[in-house]
């Protein structure tokens, strides 16, 4: 693949892979994957700093499962992932010596295993379990340089290594039962648990060394500085009830969770909550061919450290991290949503639409405070509850429409409004990079036999974004402008040796609408960018296997 840019284009390799095997009497089974990937930095205004940052990504796994009789299976899954993603310049010298890097490398590994069994006629037992351990290696530093004597500057690139731990498991049981075929149960408990732990490396202080005349006497070295060390625990019990009642079908259910978050990094701090989650969900039959739906749930974010907020904006001139408030509340949702659903066939023309509203009122709406910045340039935004909380409401349509057997449409727009109750930074009450407007489309036409082409679309509409940069560093509210990303792939598929090979090639983003107004330089705005991924980007590909 490459990506179209104003310094030449940017290559983007892929290669997966994936296959299975069954057991003859079909009991016991294996599948495998695999996916590797490397971008290449992509620099779209010739400034010698990254927009999209190059990308090395190895992904394995697989699954396995085995019956023990014709009731009961047991399933085991996981996949391990090493991703590194080196944004900023200057990508041939190491990291502490870059005008700028910001460097992640990631080693996921993730496991799960699951027991089924059936009782009775149709109830069903599911045991399970998984954990996920990840580490992350992170460096974000800015204007590094060497000293006249040698030595690194009072800026020292070295304070700007990072690692990070978290480790967290889910674990549970549910027990599904049916009362007659109208008529279901399903209820169950599981518990969840998080263990995030991250430090700032330790380094050798040469800005404090002991020098006398032209000699080196003694040199401190800095030991690691712990950042945040969390541990959040979940215990939750639930129950859902189904049942029709002739045209109608209703849903209830109701979640009870205990929640314990421990801050060892402050005091050991305790933040306890116990929330009570209903659902309730209705169905009507209007019609053969027309459904109508409402439905209403609670939800609820607890006050805790999420893993985004360790990630760092870093230029020449500011260097943002994130925290959270003493007082952080948790975060309370009520979403309220209603549809009708139409789908008929018109002659030989199958059509489908359907039309939604939503709203969602935020209780205690989590938002982050901008704050100052130092004289190091260091500036912190801070997580807090905004006053008044805040609502999100809309209208969603979706339209389906196959005029023929080989050839489909897909199309949906949605409009929205996502407002807080009292204005928040900037005196704005809009959210931020949430648009109003934004819709897509999708067709396939198999055309001729082994042909299909495929074409897309995403509409986003204009949306607020903040800058502090070279042009403004204090800070502005700038609005974007809207974007339609087309794109369009044409494949061509034929057997060979009963097997199948397929060829494809396509254009994504063929208008190349893309945000024409990045900042630049050293003291550029890392996280001044919105709209689409990707400018026009071409890109071919080839499968071949046992493709249905």
């Given at each position: ?82 991703e590194e993603r080196n944004g900023g310049s200057d990508q041939d010298k190491p990291l502490h010596e870059r005008r700028i890097a910001e ?157 314990c978050v421990t801050d060892f990094a402050n005091n050991n701090k305790e933040t306890k909550g116990q929330i009570l989650s209903p659902r ?118 979706e339209l389906k429409v196959k005029p023929m057997k080989n050839f489909q449409l897909s199309s949906g727009f949605t409009l929205q409004s ?131």
């Amino acid at each position: 693949m490459a990506i179209d840019g104003s310094d030449g284009p940017a290559s983007d390799y892929s290669i997966n892979f994936n296959g299975s095997v069954v057991s003859e009497d079909h009991r016991s089974g294996a599948s495998v994957y695999g996916f590797t990937r490397e971008r290449e930095m992509f620099d779209a205004n010739d400034d010698e700093f990254s927009e999209i940052s190059p990308l090395e990504n190895v992904t394995f796994g697989g699954r396995a499962f085995h019956k023990f009789t014709y009731r009961d299976k047991l399933a085991l899954d996981f996949f391990a992932i090493h991703e590194e993603r080196n944004g900023g310049s200057d990508q041939d010298k190491p990291l502490h010596e870059r005008r700028i890097a910001e460097a992640l490398t990631h080693e996921m590994k993730v496991g799960a295993i699951t027991y089924e069994r059936f009782f009775r006629d149709y109830d069903l037992l599911t045991v399970y379990g998984s954990g996920q351990f990840l580490d992350r290696d992170s460096y974000y530093g800015a204007n590094n340089s060497y000293s006249s004597q040698g030595f690194y500057d009072a800026n020292d690139p070295l304070k700007s290594y990072g690692f990070t731990e978290d480790r967290s498991y889910n674990v549970g049981t549910q027990y599904k039962a049916l009362f007659s075929d109208n008529a279901s149960l399903v209820a169950g408990i599981e518990n969840t648990g998080g263990f995030l732990k991250d430090n700032k490396l330790g380094y050798t202080d040469y800005d404090n060394m002991l020098i006398s005349g032209d000699s080196v006497i003694s040199v401190t070295h800095v030991p690691n500085t712990l950042v945040a060390d969390q541990r959040s625990i979940t215990t939750g019990v639930f129950a859902q009830y189904d049942i029709r009642l002739g045209r109608t079908k209703v849903s209830a259910g109701l979640r009870y969770d205990n929640y314990c978050v421990t801050d060892f990094a402050n005091n050991n701090k305790e933040t306890k909550g116990q929330i009570l989650s209903p659902r309730l969900s209705l169905m009507f039959d209007a019609t053969k061919n027309m459904q109508l739906r409402a439905s209403y749930s609670q939800g609820y974010r607890a006050p805790q450290i999420f893993d985004e907020d360790l990630h760092i904006e870093t230029s020449g001139s500011r260097q943002v991290s994130h925290e959270i408030a003493e007082d952080l509340s948790q975060e309370t949702s009520h979403s309220v949503m209603a549809s009708l659903d139409y789908h008929k066939m018109i002659g030989n023309v199958y059509v489908g639409f359907l039309a939604e509203g939503f709203y969602t009122k935020l209780i205690d709406a989590f938002v982050n405070e901008i704050g100052e910045a130092n004289d190091a340039g260091e500036v912190i935004y801070t997580r807090t509850n905004a006053e008044g909380g805040a609502t999100v409401q809309g209208i969603n349509m979706e339209l389906k429409v196959k005029p023929m057997k080989n050839f489909q449409l897909s199309s949906g727009f949605t409009l929205q409004s996502s407002l807080y109750e009292e204005a928040q930074d900037f005196d704005e009450k809009h959210f931020f990079r949430s648009p109003n407007t934004y819709g897509f489309f999708a067709l396939d036409w198999d055309f001729h036999k082994g042909f299909c082409l495929s074409g897309s679309g995403n509409y986003t509409g204009e949306m607020l974004v903040p800058y502090f940069g070279t042009q403004n560093p204090s800070g502005e509210l700038r609005s974007s402008d809207a974007f339609l990303d087309l794109g369009a792939k044409l494949s061509y598929k034929y057997k060979l040796n009963g097997a199948s090979v397929e060829f494809s090639a396509g254009m994504k983003n063929i208008l190349n609408s893309y945000q024409s107004d990045f900042d630049t330089g050293i003291d550029r705005d890392p996280a001044y960018i919105y709209g689409p991924l990707n400018p026009r980007t071409i890109f071919f590909g080839i499968k071949f296997g046992n493709i249905l």
